[in-house]
């Protein structure tokens, strides 16, 4: 057993390699999501089509491309320098997405009289962006890039415990490969030693880079706001100064309004607009009758359906019956800590630090520790599941409750409203947009979480080395799939899951936002 000086100094190089990884694909999340959110954002065509498949790659588990990337990345960037740019290619992957929506929101919503103005007095494309668009981003950015950072993180340990099983392939510091090795090798102080380096580094960086970084994005972005004000002020009339200001006091309250109606937004296509139905049912008349054809001229493509829609609607029990024990657990939890605990800044602190550690940093030790038991690999996909979702239901229904008219919790007491109605009257409807915007989440996390919950290997402690798996999956069929060379049947199972994403999000998320936008108008 080496000293234990020796394995902390280990494991800080570990974590320093994965965070410096982190921080390059945070950059490259910035920049690309700020070229889409605000190209989506200024352009009504392409933001229609934009959103939504910005919502589909959320939702896809974008793991199971990862050794394809691998594949294609170290054809032209051989070697160790491959991997890494494969590895940093993932996580940005997994940050875009929030960061794109939080920059074309902040532009959406931006007062139309800064626009109007700057086309008056003709500002250049480049004078937009720099004085504009990108501080208006700015707090948006720096809102979502925490975010964007917890969920880089479950991507980051993945992407380094799982590799082509080739040692030229393989990932040699991280902190995902170590914490592996050390869960594996029967050494659970070293683990619970390994866990708190990650902890410590995921509270420093939470401490020393995003609060920093809010801070000066929202000063950042006021400032250049104002001084912008500034100029338009000498350039017009008083009257037409105070509409803009007026405006811009308003933008925060327009922003709350505009948020579920973006959300509305995402899930509409073109074809909703007048007459736009009859060109859906051709479509499906078209698509059905290509269906035949090919199903004819190539009869094994029936199997292939057949197993990826026994493997999809396995998996889509897997998630929602994840995600209704999450709610069990998080709304009686959340209606305590919000409307009746006295502690509940301590309990936030512990729940932020708990939340920073990734479901797939506790999956080796959660293998061991369900090894033993029937159907252990449904358990552990299962805690996959729940770990990867739970967070997200907790933290949108307390960030919801932040709006709320501050009386709200004297009227309990006012009225003397407690116990059963309590909840139903007051409580949970307090909660409700909150219940949406986190059921969303949770479950595009749990979808992406599939890959690993329901079929994980890892080269970390064997070459290719089958840790846990289920019978049927639709995580499981896609990884097997592309690692025996299945593209087909991958590429089927991928075109099964993006039609249900757009079945749930057209006729599920997109009517009960409509429902809740109403509430903003």
């Known amino acids: 057993m080496q000293p234990l000086i020796l394995l902390i100094i280990s494991l800080l190089i570990d974590a320093s390699f994965s965070w410096i990884r982190m921080f390059i694909a945070l950059f490259f999340s910035i920049v ?26 959320q939702t896809l588990p974008i793991l199971a491309f990862f050794p394809f990337v691998i594949y294609i990345v170290v054809n032209f960037l051989p070697g160790y320098v491959g991997i890494n740019a494969a590895v940093i290619f993932l996580i940005i992957t997994s940050m875009v997405w929030n960061i794109s929506f939080g920059v074309y929101e902040a532009v959406r919503t931006l007062p139309k009289e800064f626009s109007e103005v700057a086309g008056l007095y003709h500002l250049t494309a480049w004078q937009r962006l720099t004085k504009i668009l990108i501080p208006a981003s700015m707090p948006h950015i720096a809102e979502q890039s925490v975010l964007s950072w917890s969920i880089g993180l479950f991507y980051l340990v993945t992407s380094e415990i799982f590799s082509t099983g080739s040692a030229q392939y393989s990932v040699k510091y991280g902190i995902g490969v170590a914490l592996t090795k050390l869960a594996f090798s029967n050494n659970l102080s070293a683990y619970l030693t390994g866990i708190l380096v990650f902890v410590i580094f995921v509270v420093a960086t939470r401490f020393l880079f995003f609060r920093p970084f809010e801070r000066y994005s929202n000063k950042s972005g006021t400032r250049k706001s104002q001084a912008g004000l500034t100029i338009f002020k000498k350039m017009l009339n008083f009257d037409a100064y105070n509409r803009i200001l007026k405006a811009h006091r308003k933008s925060n309250i327009r922003a709350k309004a505009g948020t579920y109606k973006m959300q509305q937004e995402s899930f509409s296509v073109n074809a909703t607009q007048k ?29 292939y359906e057949y197993e990826a829609i026994v493997s999809l609607l396995t998996s889509l029990a897997r998630v929602w019956l994840a995600f209704a024990i ?4 998080a709304v009686p939890l959340c209606i305590y800590l919000i409307f009746i605990s006295k502690h509940s800044g301590s309990y936030m602190l512990l729940f932020q630090i708990i939340a920073s550690i990734p479901a797939t940093i506790l999956l080796p030790i959660m293998v061991l520790a369900l090894n033993s038991y029937p159907s252990h690999g449904e358990l552990v996909a299962f805690a996959v599941y729940f770990l990867s979702g739970i967070w997200y239901v907790i933290f949108s229904l307390i960030a919801s409750t ?115 936008s109403k509430i903003y108008e």
């Open 275 to 303: 007459g736009g139905h009859v060109y859906i049912y051709i479509a499906a008349v078209m698509a059905l009758i290509a269906v035949a054809c090919l199903l004819t001229a190539y009869p094994m493509l029936g199997v």
């Open 326 to 329: 999450i709610l069990i657990v």
């Open 402 to 516: 932040r709006t709320l008219p501050a009386n709200i919790f004297d009227i309990r007491k006012l009225f003397h409203v407690k116990g059963v109605t309590a909840i139903r009257k007051i409580y949970l409807k307090a909660l409700l947009p909150g219940l949406v915007t986190g059921a969303v989440t949770a479950i595009a996390a749990e979808w992406n979480a599939s890959i690993v919950a329901e079929y994980f290997t890892t080269s970390a402690i064997g070459n290719g080395a089958l840790i846990s798996s289920v019978s049927t999956g639709m995580g499981k069929l896609l990884d097997t799939s592309l690692s025996s060379g299945n593209l087909t049947l991958m590429f089927i199972g991928l075109v099964n899951l993006v039609v249900m994403i757009l079945l749930v999000n057209t006729f599920v998320w997109k009517r009960l936002y409509g429902n809740l």
């Open 32 to 57: 690309i999501s700020l070229a889409i959110g605000i190209y989506a954002a200024r352009s009504e065509n392409s933001g229609r089509i934009i959103v939504p498949i910005l919502d589909v790659f």
